[in-house]
């Protein structure tokens, strides 16, 4: 089974997680608001249940969504990452099956770095394509 995942520990990390906040060897990972353009592409629903932020890993920014409603795994660690392991979570926080629940992963089982979106459909409207997404660039 291929996943895509954010690596956010490495080997000799240790990796935290407090109240939906990361924290990677200590130090409190960044987060700022997300512009709203980020979001056109969700559904209105998607908009009003979840709180948007930029993360900053490193020299690093992406957009992690979180579910406020939804039971999640907010809280866990400190875990220290072993040598040639990694740390992977999923920037929709609360809706995904990561390191968190499947522990770390090899550095031989990672194949490569997603770069773009070559489909996406709409969940919430019968699979309709959308196809402003189609062939876009990831950050």
Same mark, same amino acid.
Not at 52 to 80: C, I, S, W, Y
Not at 96 to 112: L, T, Y
């Given at each position: 089974?291929?996943?895509?995942?954010?690596?956010?520990?490495?080997?000799?990390?240790?990796?935290?997680?407090?109240?939906?906040?990361?924290?990677?060897?200590? =130090?409190?990972?960044? *987060?700022? +608001?997300?512009?709203?353009?980020?979001?056109? @592409?969700?559904? =209105?629903?998607?908009?009003?249940?979840?709180?948007?932020?930029?993360?900053?890993?490193?020299?690093?920014? #992406? %957009?992690?969504?979180?579910? &406020?409603?939804?039971? =999640?795994?907010?809280?866990?660690?400190?875990?220290?990452?072993?040598?040639? +392991? *990694?740390?992977?979570?999923?920037?929709?926080?609360?809706? $995904?099956? @990561?390191?968190?629940?499947?522990?770390?992963?090899? =550095?031989?089982?990672?194949?490569?770095?997603?770069?773009?979106?070559?489909? $996406? %459909?709409?969940? @919430? #409207?019968?699979?309709? &394509?959308?196809?402003?997404?189609?062939? +876009?660039?990831?950050?």
């Amino acid at each position: 089974m291929r996943l895509v995942k954010r690596v956010v520990g490495t080997p000799g990390d240790t990796v935290e997680m407090r109240g939906d906040v990361l924290f990677i060897n200590g =130090a409190r990972q960044g *987060y700022t +608001s997300l512009p709203s353009p980020a979001t056109r @592409d969700l559904s =209105a629903s998607e908009r009003n249940q979840a709180v948007f932020a930029k993360e900053t890993l490193g020299t690093r920014q #992406h %957009a992690v969504m979180l579910l &406020p409603n939804r039971p =999640a795994l907010r809280d866990f660690g400190p875990v220290r990452v072993p040598a040639e +392991s *990694y740390f992977m979570m999923g920037d929709n926080r609360d809706n $995904s099956n @990561d390191s968190r629940f499947f522990g770390f992963v090899s =550095a031989r089982e990672i194949v490569g770095q997603a770069k773009g979106v070559f489909v $996406s %459909a709409d969940l @919430d #409207h019968r699979l309709q &394509p959308r196809f402003n997404r189609f062939f +876009s660039r990831l950050d």
